[in-house]
Every structure is written in structure tokens, then in C-alpha cells.
């Protein structure tokens, strides 16, 4: 069985200072681990993923995320918070046959000017 | 021009009313899924399609029927609403079917289901 659980359902960050928000995962397999973007009222859209070739995951609008499997954990990192940041943030993984994905319960950011 | 496109964007109806929502996808992917967001934000898997066969069926009340025409194309019915089916549904798409495990899902921007 798969799962993700992502820690502090609400993360406040100040504009400009580190974002980071935590997602820990449980597989049996080598997991495929994603992070999504959903801003108000929109779907999600696909910030990054891992998918093995490296562990430190460079993605869209200048979120990273660094995979440790010692750790079990896929955070999520941006070094400098913008206001159009504030969005909900979802970590997922993928099931072992690949049809499935299985997602955390979501972070809200906010950033405070 | 929109990878996944569903419709309506709202839907605001009565308690016992059957309703549709459509999605369409031109990715060319091979899987489509429906996901239900609760209040919450929570998404929950409903239903996945691959190539027009049902492989993913959760716990959902059988009022709620999808149907596949082509791999293009899936769609979700549901009968006799009810108060608590009020969410935001998002339909999905991927190219996991064809063991691209790493392949991640497109989602459209999804339906906003009143029932009142």
C-alpha cells in the first residue's frame, strides 16, 4: 500500500522568506512522487516530479524538491516566497501499477506581504 | 487549445435531479480518471478508465455511473442527487495505463456541483 502524509495543513510564510512544505511517503516500491499547484477556483497543475533520475527535483516557478529515501520524505522548497505563491499544494504518489495516485490532504500557503 | 476540458464549470441543481458532466482530453493519453474534491480540498479517486475499460472503481454509490465512448472522452453521470454530492469534481488524464508509472496526471479545471 501507498500513501503520503503531508505535515501542517497551513504553512504562512512572509514574501520573500523560505517556503517549505513537507511530505512524507510510505511504499513498498520505489515510489513516483509528484507535487501539484491548485489556485483558487483552477485544477492542479503539475509543479514536479521524481521519478529516480535524481534526487534533488527541479521544477516550475522555482520550486525544488529533494527526495530521501532515509527519511521517507519529498519536501517541498522555494527560497523566496512571491504573493503569487499562495495557492494549496498537494503531494501525491503513484500506485505500483501506476493507475492509481494516491495524494496527501493538501497545504494551504500563505504569503503576508 | 485545453489539454483537459470539462463541462460545466457549475452546476447548480435540485436534491433528486439527474444530472452529466463531460470530459475530454487531447493528449492523446490512454487513462482518464474522475476525482472528487470535498470542502476540505481532500481528492478522492471515484473512477479510472483505461482505453475505455474500467479499472479503478472505489467505494462510490452506484448513482454515479461513468461512461467511456472512445479513450478521449469520459463522462460521469449521476442520478438522484443529493445534498452531500455538492463538491468539485476534476476529471484527469494520464499515460500511467501503459506502465509509464512515472507519468504524472493532467487534470481539467474542474465542475462545481451545487445541490440544493
Known amino acids: 500500500a501507498q500513501s503520503v502524509t503531508q505535515l501542517g495543513s497551513h504553512v504562512s510564510v512572509s514574501e520573500g522568506a523560505l517556503v517549505l512544505l513537507r511530505c512524507n511517503y510510505s511504499s513498498s516500491v520505489p515510489p513516483y512522487l509528484f507535487w501539484y499547484v491548485q489556485y483558487p477556483n483552477q485544477g492542479l497543475q503539475l509543479l514536479l516530479k521524481?521519478?529516480?533520475?535524481?534526487?534533488l527535483v527541479k521544477g516550475i516557478n522555482g520550486f525544488e524538491a529533494e527526495f530521501k529515501k532515509s527519511e521517507t520524505s519529498f519536501h517541498l522548497t522555494k527560497p523566496s516566497a512571491h504573493m503569487s505563491d499562495a495557492a494549496e499544494y498537494f503531494c501525491?504518489?503513484?500506485?505500483?501499477?501506476?493507475?492509481?495516485?494516491?495524494f496527501g490532504t493538501g497545504t494551504s500557503l500563505t504569503v503576508i506581504p | 487549445d485545453t489539454a483537459v476540458s470539462q463541462t460545466p464549470k457549475y452546476l447548480v441543481t435540485q436534491m433528486g435531479n439527474d444530472k452529466s458532466i463531460k470530459c475530454e482530453q487531447n493528449?492523446?493519453?490512454?487513462?482518464m480518471y474522475w476525482y472528487k474534491q470535498d470542502s476540505k480540498k481532500f481528492l478522492k479517486i471515484m473512477f479510472s478508465?483505461?482505453?475505455?475499460?474500467?479499472?479503478i472503481n472505489e467505494t462510490v454509490p452506484n448513482r454515479f455511473s461513468p461512461k467511456s465512448p472512445d479513450k478521449a472522452h469520459l463522462n460521469l453521470h449521476i442520478n438522484s442527487l443529493e445534498l452531500g454530492d455538492s463538491a468539485v469534481y476534476f476529471c484527469?488524464?494520464?499515460?500511467?495505463?501503459?506502465?509509464?508509472?512515472?507519468?504524472?496526471?493532467?487534470f481539467g479545471n474542474g465542475t462545481r456541483l451545487t445541490v440544493t
Open positions: 493528449l492523446g493519453h490512454d487513462t
Open positions: 478508465y483505461n482505453n475505455k475499460e474500467l479499472i
Open positions: 501525491a504518489v503513484s500506485g505500483d501499477t501506476g493507475n492509481q495516485f494516491y
Open positions: 484527469a488524464s494520464s499515460q500511467a495505463g501503459l506502465g509509464r508509472y512515472n507519468s504524472p496526471l493532467h
Open positions: 521524481y521519478t529516480s533520475a535524481a534526487t
